[in-house]
């Protein structure tokens, strides 16, 4: 494990596994997964809902999340995230990755100038 007292240990197959002081905290998660499958993803959506900030029963969080180009409709029926224009820069990988986010970002919005 780690020695920052602040590290939290997470296993995505087990969502539900979450400390108690981390529900419902964060006004913003961040998710660059180390795999790409729906089945990946629904897990990850299932933590998410569990740590973002809600109104009600609503997420009212910003979420910011990489995934390839092909999970654009799973990115927007999980997170209602879509594709941003910056791309991330990853030159060696078979797929390419693409920025999602559910809220306006004047950043995500530029093209990164490493592609263009």
């Given at each position: 494990m780690s020695y920052d007292p602040n590290f939290v240990y997470f296993d995505f197959n087990r969502p539900d596994v979450i400390p108690s002081n981390l529900l419902g905290v964060f006004d913003m998660v961040?998710?660059?997964?180390?795999?790409?499958g729906a089945d990946v993803w629904e897990e990850y959506a299932i933590t998410v809902n569990h740590l973002i900030r809600k109104k009600g029963s609503i997420g009212i969080g910003n979420i910011l999340a990489t995934t390839i180009a092909e999970n654009e409709e799973l990115m927007f029926r999980l997170?209602?995230?879509?594709?941003t224009t910056f791309k991330p820069s990853i030159p060696n990988l078979v797929y390419q990755y693409r920025a999602y986010c559910n809220f306006p970002s004047k950043m995500?919005?530029?093209i990164n100038t490493e592609l263009s």
């Open positions: 961040v998710i660059d997964p180390p795999f790409i997170f209602q995230a879509k594709p995500l919005s530029a």
